[in-house]
C-alpha cells in the first residue's frame, strides 16, 4: 500500500518509459573531406574527413558524444551503426524481428504487417505505398517500450534504417520474413551519422540540425528533429499509463 502520491508517481514512471518516441535526425557521410559534421542546435560539432565515409561517420558520431557543450550534451546521442531494410509492395503477417542481447538474457522483438493501424504493440500497417508502410514500421519500433532505449528506426523512401543507438553491433540482429520485405543489410558500422534525442516526447522536435563542412547531408533534408511524441504530463499521464 502507498499513499496517493507514490501511485501518481509509479504510473508516471510507467509512462514516461513506456509511451512516446524519441526524435531524431541523421547526417551522411559522401566524399567528405576536411572538417566535417553537424550543427546541433547551434552549436558546431565536427571531425576530420580523412578517412573512408565509414570511418569518418564514426568520428562524427564520437565527437557529438564527447561534446561538453551546454546545448549538446545530455541533449542528443550519436551513432554511426545499423540495419537497412527495404520494403518492395510487402503483405499482410510479413514480420520483422529484432533481437537485443545474446544468450539467455537476449530479448526478441515482433512486429507484423496489418491491412490497416491497429494500434496495437508490435503491429503496422502496410494500407500505403513503400514509403507510407516503411515509416509505419519505424514508427511502430520507436514506441515499443524498452526497445526503442536500444535502437532507433528512420525511413526515407521505402528504406528502414534501424540504429544501434550505443554503437555496439555484436549483440543486435534483425530479420525478416514474408514477401515484400529485403533485410538489406544487417547491423554494421556505415556511413550514417544518427543522432537521438535521450529524452522521449516532442520536446526532442525542438533541436535544430544542420550540416557542416563539404561531402555531408542532412537525411530527408530536415532541419530539426523530427519524430518525438509523447511527453504528456500530469492527469493525463497516469490515465496512459493505465490505458484508458
Do not use: W
Amino acid at each position: 500500500r502507498g499513499t496517493q502520491g507514490s501511485v501518481d508517481a509509479i504510473h508516471g514512471n510507467f509512462n514516461q518509459a513506456t509511451v512516446g518516441s524519441k526524435a531524431g535526425a541523421t547526417l551522411i557521410v559522401s566524399g567528405g573531406t576536411g572538417t566535417i559534421g553537424g550543427i546541433i542546435n547551434g552549436v558546431t560539432v565536427t571531425g576530420s574527413g580523412a578517412g573512408s565515409d565509414t570511418q569518418d561517420a564514426a568520428v562524427i558520431a564520437a565527437a557529438i558524444n564527447a561534446s561538453s557543450n551546454a546545448l549538446v550534451v545530455g541533449f542528443v546521442r550519436a551513432c554511426s551503426s545499423y540495419a537497412t531494410l527495404t520494403l518492395s509492395t510487402m503483405l499482410v503477417d510479413g514480420k520483422v524481428r529484432i533481437r537485443i542481447g545474446s544468450g539467455a538474457v537476449a530479448s526478441e522483438y515482433t512486429f507484423t504487417a496489418t491491412a490497416a493501424a491497429t494500434g496495437k504493440l508490435g503491429e503496422f500497417s502496410i494500407s500505403g505505398n513503400d514509403t507510407a508502410d516503411a515509416l509505419a514500421l519505424c514508427t511502430a519500433i520507436n514506441e515499443y517500450p524498452v526497445l526503442n532505449q536500444a535502437v532507433r528506426a528512420e525511413s526515407v523512401a521505402g528504406v528502414a534504417y534501424v540504429y544501434a543507438m550505443d554503437d555496439v553491433t555484436t549483440n543486435k540482429e534483425v530479420s525478416v520474413s514474408g514477401s515484400g520485405i529485403t533485410r538489406t543489410a544487417g547491423f554494421a558500422a556505415g556511413t550514417r551519422v544518427h543522432i537521438e534525442c535521450p529524452i522521449p516526447g516532442a520536446i526532442g522536435n525542438a533541436i535544430s540540425i544542420a550540416l557542416s563542412g563539404t561531402g555531408i547531408t542532412v537525411a530527408n533534408t530536415n532541419t530539426r528533429f523530427v519524430g518525438g511524441t509523447g511527453g504528456l504530463t500530469g492527469t493525463t499521464k497516469r490515465a496512459n499509463a493505465l490505458g484508458v
